[in-house]
Structure formats: C-alpha cells, structure tokens
C-alpha cells in the first residue's frame, strides 16, 4: 500500500521559513516524479513545485522562485519543499505526489497525472 506522509506545517510569521517533508512508502521511490500542490482557501489547487524521478529537473510556480526549492532523498525515501520568504498568501494546505507519467525535463505536473498523494499539511503565514 502506498504513503505518502507530510509534515512539517504550521503557523509562521511573514517573512519566516517552513520545511516541509513528505516520506513516501510502498512504492519505488527512484521511479516516481515528485511534487508539491497547494490548495487556499476558496481557490483551485495549483502545483507549486516539482521534481523529476533523477532529482536533476525541476519546476517552481513564478511566483515561489527564488523563495521556495524542492529536494528529494532517494535514500530516505523523502520528498522536501524549503519554503522561505513565507508571504500570507501562501497560506494553504499543502500536498505530496507522486507521478509515473511526467516525462524527463518536463515543466508540467498536472493534477490528473498524479497516481499518489497525501493528505495534505497545514501551512498558515500570519502577517
């Protein structure tokens, strides 16, 4: 059965900084791109970033770049998002995913081309 597990949410001052973490179990960790929704009060879930199967590619939404990063751990099996410069309107639930289907290079991570995803964390910037 496949996991994926988030933590590290929680309620920050704007400005602050977040780790988030997303261990993943039951699947081959080195196949699967990676990435990182969020969803906000009221709106749609957007990717926010992403990270190939060889953790050699990856994606930022514009408006993260330069404050956010993704990392991955083959050997732990971990997925990262080192979230600085927090802003409140990034504020939102934040999700793991993992896809088989995003090809090499790819900037795209679509929704409906995940196969997996956690439950979500909580991430509150309080300005």
């Known amino acids: 059965q496949v996991q994926l597990v988030e933590s590290g949410g929680g309620l920050v001052q704007a400005g602050g900084s977040l780790r988030l973490s997303c261990a993943a179990s039951?699947?081959?960790?080195?196949?699967?791109?990676m990435a990182w929704f969020r969803q906000a009060p009221g709106k749609e879930r957007e990717v926010v970033a992403g990270?190939?199967?060889?953790?050699?590619?990856?994606y930022s939404l514009d408006s993260v770049k330069g404050r956010f990063g993704i990392s991955g751990d083959n050997a732990k099996a971990t997925v990262y998002l080192q979230m600085n410069s927090l802003k409140p309107e990034d504020t939102a639930v934040y999700y793991c995913?993992?896809?088989?289907?995003?090809?090499?290079?790819?900037?795209?991570?679509?929704?409906?081309?995940?196969?997996?995803w956690g439950k979500g964390t909580l991430v509150t910037v309080s300005s």
């Open positions: 995913a993992a896809s088989s289907n995003i090809p090499y290079g790819s900037n795209r991570y679509p929704e409906a081309g995940m196969d997996y």
């Open positions: 039951g699947l081959t960790f080195s196949n699967y791109a």
């Open positions: 990270i190939s199967w060889s953790g050699d590619s990856t």
